[in-house]
């Protein structure tokens, strides 16, 4: 059995996909040094969320509905995992003929992971979740840049009745934690725009 069975931030890639799902009308988931600080939760400001911590922002599409307390397990330890940011283009549960497109984001110890070596290793138990409930693999784990940031992406989908659920996740290693960006659209493109609202700056400050 792998050593990295145990999966935290994927989870939370499941748990956006039942979201999703249940959104459905019925049919006729760098660096390995040992985390030593609680991460920056973040926070929104004007539409963008930021987070000094991992040193990125977040623009939300305008309307979208953040659940990401509801979405937190109480249970979890912050210094371990960390749900950042969970939000949906309607509320979970709400009836549509179309995808609920969302982004989550998420922080876990990387020493949560014996034998995790790079973002590109985290692939593996995330992939096998993923296709548990059902997601096809559209592009094995690749390199993938935001800007100057350097992060691996994988590419799934799924098929809803007449729909095609598309789900992209970017991961990266900084300051000892696994930070997983996992974005949900109806096309690849609309993932692909949703990517688009991410960056990454050295210089950021903690929104007010």
């Known amino acids: 059995m792998s050593t990295l069975r145990r999966v935290g931030c994927s989870s939370l890639a499941v748990a956006l996909l039942a ?16 985390a030593t600080t609680v991460p920056d939760p973040g926070a929104i400001t004007n539409g963008v969320y930021g987070n000094t911590t991992f040193e990125f922002t977040y623009r939300i599409p305008f309307g979208w ?10 249970s979890n330890d912050p210094k371990k995992s960390i749900l950042l940011l ?39 138990p995330l992939t096998e979740l993923t296709k548990s409930k059902g997601l096809s693999v559209v592009n094995e784990p690749y390199d993938y840049s935001v800007g100057a940031k350097q992060l691996v992406r994988g590419d799934f989908s799924k098929p809803l009745g007449n729909l095609t659920m598309h ?21 690849q493109d609309e993932v692909d725009g949703l990517v688009e609202g991410l960056s990454f700056g050295s210089k950021m400050t903690k929104p007010k």
């Not at 979201?19 to 040992?34: G, I």
């Open 86 to 124: 969970a939000m949906f283009e309607r509320p979970p549960g709400a009836t549509s003929d179309t995808v609920n497109s969302a982004v989550v984001i998420a922080a876990e110890a990387a020493s949560s992971y014996p034998g995790l070596r790079n973002a590109e290793h985290y692939f593996g």
């Open 65 to 74: 509905v953040e659940r990401t307390k509801e979405m937190s397990e109480d």
């Open 19 to 34: 979201c999703t799902l249940q959104s459905q009308p019925k049919q006729k988931p760098a660096s390995s040094q040992p």
């Open 167 to 187: 789900q992209s996740t970017l991961v990266m290693m900084e300051k000892g934690y696994v930070v997983s960006f996992t974005f949900i659209g109806g096309t």
